[in-house]
């Protein structure tokens, strides 16, 4: 079954003031297609910034994202949206 979604070496920081916050640390992870997964932890733990950095509405601080092979950790607005049509077809 081809790879969906593949997450490299994630980290999310957000720096409020003189303070950095280390939201998500060297995540990995690999999904197939049709696979069915779920996102669990306490509160605060970064699932929604996860959600937020594999939807393409947070950017990631390091690490790759990929979508079907193609890595979609830098592209700009209208080559997501080429993306998710191709995606949708």
Request: overall charge positive; glycine content about 8%.
């Amino acid at each position: 079954m081809p790879t969906l979604l593949k997450l490299k070496k994630i980290n999310l920081k957000y720096q409020t003031g003189k303070e950095v916050i280390k939201v998500l640390q060297n995540i990995n992870f690999e999904t197939k297609a049709k696979e069915t997964i779920s996102i669990v932890g306490e509160s605060g733990s970064g699932k929604t910034s996860l959600i937020m950095l594999i939807a393409g509405l947070e950017k990631v601080t390091s690490g790759k994202i990929f979508f079907q092979d193609q890595e979609i950790t830098k592209l700009n607005r209208s080559e997501e949206r080429r993306v998710g049509k191709e995606c949708r077809s």
